[in-house]
C-alpha cells in the first residue's frame, strides 16, 4: 500500500508541474512616495516601498530626512490646519503604475512627532488594491508646538494585508466562456497547446490509480493460493 501511496504522490508532483504555468507568479512591486507640504498639487520625493515578494510580504522601506525648508512647511500647514497630501504610486513589475493618495491633518502628523502607518492591501490575485495613510490614534491636534528638530524624519511602520478569500464565482459566465471554446475548437479556431497531462490528468489518474491497487493486491492473493495446493499434497 506504502507503493501505491508513493506513486499517487508522484503523479500529482507531474500534474503541479506541468500546471506550473498556471500558478500566480510571486513577484516584486515598488511603491513610490511623495508628498505635498504646502497644501498643493506640487509633490516633492519622500522615499521608496519595494515589496521583495507579494506572497510573504517581505519588503523594504527607504524615507528621506525632511530639510529645514521642508520642516518649516509642515509646521505652517499644521497652524493654518490644512492637510498633509501622500501620493504612494504603485510600479509592478511589468512597469504598470497607480496611484493612491491619502490625506491627514498635518497638525495630527507634527503631534505624532511624525509617526505614521501605511496600509497596503492586496487582493487574491497579488494586486494592490489600496495604500492608505494613518497616524496614531492619540494625536487630536491639540495645538502644542512641535520643536522643529522632533519633524526631521519619518517613523513608518507598513503594513501588508491580504485578501482572504478570492472572488464568488460566475458560474453562468464561466459555462458560457466553456460553450464558446467548445464552438471555436469544433471551428479549428482554437488550438489546445497545454501538456499532455495538464490535458488529460483527470482521465489518466483514475485509470493508474485502478492499475495499481490491482498489481498490489493480486500477488499476495497469487501467494495464497499456493499455499493451499501444498497443504492438500
Known amino acids: 500500500m506504502a507503493k501505491v501511496l508513493s506513486i499517487i504522490v508522484l503523479i500529482n508532483l507531474l500534474f503541479l508541474k506541468a500546471n506550473a504555468s498556471q500558478i ?11 508628498h505635498s507640504l504646502d497644501g498643493s498639487d506640487i ?13 510573504s510580504g517581505v519588503y523594504t522601506l527607504q ?8 520642516r518649516n512647511k509642515l ?12 501620493k504612494a504610486t504603485v510600479i509592478s513589475n511589468e512597469d504598470h503604475e497607480e496611484e493612491f493618495k491619502s490625506y ?8 505624532s512627532e511624525m509617526t505614521d ?9 497579488g494586486r494592490i488594491i489600496t495604500v492608505s495613510m494613518g ?17 526631521k524624519q519619518f517613523v513608518t511602520s507598513v503594513h501588508i494585508r491580504h485578501s482572504a478569500t478570492g472572488p464568488t464565482p460566475d458560474t453562468a459566465s464561466y459555462i458560457e466562456k466553456l460553450e464558446r471554446e467548445r464552438e471555436a475548437k469544433e471551428r479549428g479556431e482554437v488550438k489546445d497547446n497545454r501538456p499532455f497531462l495538464a490535458k488529460y490528468w483527470m482521465y489518466i489518474v483514475p485509470v493508474v490509480i485502478i492499475m ?13 493460493g499456493g499455499g493451499s495446493g501444498g497443504g492438500g499434497h
Open 212 to 224: 495499481l491497487v490491482t498489481t498490489a493486491t493480486n500477488p499476495e492473493g497469487g501467494n495464497a
Open 104 to 111: 491627514v491633518k498635518a497638525c495630527m502628523l507634527a503631534e
Open 63 to 70: 524615507q528621506k530626512p525632511l530639510s529645514i525648508e521642508d
Open 117 to 125: 502607518q501605511l496600509s497596503i492591501s492586496l487582493d487574491y490575485t
Open 135 to 151: 497616524v496614531a490614534s492619540t494625536s487630536t491636534c491639540e495645538g502644542a508646538l512641535v520643536p522643529i528638530d522632533y519633524l
Open 75 to 86: 509646521r505652517v500647514l499644521a497652524a493654518d490646519n490644512k492637510f498633509y497630501q501622500l
Open 24 to 34: 500566480e507568479y510571486d513577484g516584486y512591486i515598488n511603491i513610490r512616495l511623495e
Open 43 to 55: 509633490y516633492t520625493d519622500r522615499g521608496n516601498i519595494t515589496i521583495q515578494s507579494l506572497r
